[in-house]
């Protein structure tokens, strides 16, 4: 008989389970609540002070040993798993009768004393027990062991069951998130919402989703940065805002990519791009010592130290080092468009410098950056929003921060001179009218916003899900993002 046919069958025993129980007047599904005194490490844990009292526990069925007139069965909550002993004695005929016919993955809610048996096992003995929900279908015996590694991901809340470290890995993130809040609000930050919804996607330059608000009857996009609302805040008085959630970029899917995703950013006023660079080292290490008690850590076998004070190399310096290539010798775009066709640059006739130094940074340099670094000094052409750098106005105060040969963090000392900010926007809509439909849109609110006045402002954005993936040891940011985005099965 095949698997399926066998899968069926059983499914159908539970079923046939469930209508018995309800003939017998006692459907489980009707149970609204339940008391829970304790739970499962903690009695473990206090195993001296708990010894021989009376507790009360609910959680899930997953392993179940029965020995004629008395079992034990694992119940598995919150914390972790307790074995309990159910003796039919002790809880009377008629209920135990009902007991056996549970199932693995069913929901009980057990009454007890505490007590360890004769092998030394900490457990509960049972004195009343009640189903609280049936589970009508089948756990895994083997989660790791199944072909489809999407069905984890699909099926989150069976992986959280049957896997205790994907449970971890989610209690960590929270914890970590709650770090990154207290170490800004330590600073005087004010957390802030903006808006998700907006008629222009702006602030960075991805390609985002598009969606109709029919009341409006105008196309609104789903956020790609909160960058530019925040920056108003600042023009309106906020001096120090940041604002963690959800954007979405409507780009391709890798193990480091999801179009959905957490990203926090941060303004402040009177700051610029080094003081970013403070904040971002102290807040990530800070991280990793609090939640995890150090600051190196181990990324799927490579050792990383967190520890400040990180790298920091200009973006043309990083191009020397790893190719050769000077551009202090190299200063105008014939030369540059030359370099770029030997390394085999693609569309390397339509670059600028910058856009060449850019290319040749992200081909031949970024895979070389594990250890954190900060790359700063980014060609004015890829950087709309930051200021110029007076000393060569060809680049810009920006840095961006890699681990791992991953961008963590993009900052800026903001570009608050609205005559520039508007031309960037122009040479933006120049480059999208070409066909880059990732280059950003013209926002006359914002530039408007920008003649109010912007004071000196330092600003960043940091890819939460790639720090928690890092800090957590996780090979695919699906793995740090509780449902994320799936193909929907045919």
């Known amino acids: 008989m095949s698997t399926e046919s066998n ?18 007047g006692r459907d489980p599904y009707v149970i609204e609540n339940y008391t829970v005194t304790d739970f499962s490490e903690d009695i473990k844990k206090q195993f001296d002070d708990m010894e021989g009292k009376e507790v009360s526990i609910a959680g899930r069925i997953m392993a179940k040993r029965q020995m004629g007139k008395a079992s034990f ?8 798993r307790i074995q309990c002993y ?15 016919t549970y199932d693995i993955g069913d929901i009980v809610g057990i009454k ?26 089948v756990l895994p015996e083997k989660w790791h062991g199944l072909k489809d590694m999407d069905l984890r991901y699909r099926q989150r809340y069976v992986d ?42 702006g602030g960075a330059s991805a390609r985002p989703f598009l969606t109709h608000h029919n009341t409006l009857d105008i196309d609104m996009y789903l956020r790609i940065a909160n960058e530019l609302y925040l920056k108003r805040l600042i023009v ?24 959905e995703y957490t990203a926090i950013e941060l303004y402040q006023a009177y700051a610029d791009y080094e003081d970013m660079m403070d904040i971002a080292e102290n807040m990530i290490s800070q991280i990793a010592q609090k939640t995890l008690g150090t600051m190196k850590i181990n990324y799927q076998g490579t050792e990383i130290d967190l ?38 640059i693609e569309d390397a006739d339509k670059m600028t410098r910058g856009f060449v130094i850019n290319s040749l940074f992200e081909e031949f340099c970024e895979d070389k950056l594990i250890q954190p670094v900060f790359i700063t000094h980014h060609p004015v052409e890829v950087s709309p929003l930051a200021k110029k750098d007076p000393e060569d106005p060809r680049r810009t105060k920006r840095f961006e921060a890699f681990i791992n040969t991953w961008e963590i963090a993009n900052a800026f000392s903001e570009l608050n001179d609205p005559i520039d900010q508007k031309e960037r926007f122009e040479q933006q809509l120049k480059q999208r009218e070409a066909g880059d439909e990732e280059a950003q849109m013209m926002d006359e609110d914002f530039v408007n916003a920008l003649e109010v006045g912007l004071p000196p402002t330092g600003g960043m954005g940091i890819g939460i899900d790639r720090v928690i993936m890092l800090l957590t040891d996780s090979p695919s940011i699906r793995d740090v993002i509780l449902f994320p985005t799936m193909k929907p099965i045919d």
């Open 112 to 137: 007890g004393t505490v007590f360890r048996t004769k092998h030394g096992e900490i457990s509960v003995k049972t004195v009343e027990l009640k189903l609280l929900s049936k589970s009508l279908q």
């Open 7 to 24: 899968l069926s069958e059983v499914l159908q025993v539970r079923r046939s389970k469930l209508r018995d129980l309800r003939e017998k």
């Open 236 to 259: 309106g008085g906020f001096d120090r805002v940041y604002e963690m959630g959800r954007m979405f970029r409507n780009e391709g899917m890798s193990v480091k990519h999801n179009p």
């Open 160 to 201: 959280l069951i049957v896997n205790p470290s994907v449970k971890k890995t989610f209690i960590l993130r929270s914890k970590m998130l709650k770090e990154v809040k207290n170490y800004l609000d330590n600073l005087d930050y004010i957390e802030v919402d903006t808006p998700i919804l907006s008629p222009i996607a």
């Open 307 to 344: 520890t400040p004070p990180w790298k920091r190399m200009t973006m043309e310096e990083a191009v020397k080092e790893y190719t050769g290539i000077d551009f202090s010798v190299i200063n105008t775009d014939k030369e540059a468009v030359e370099i770029a066709k030997q390394k085999n």
């Open 73 to 80: 069965i694992d119940i598995q909550d919150k914390e972790g």
């Open 86 to 100: 159910v003796r039919k004695d002790a809880i009377g005929d008629e209920e135990y009768d009902f007991f056996v």
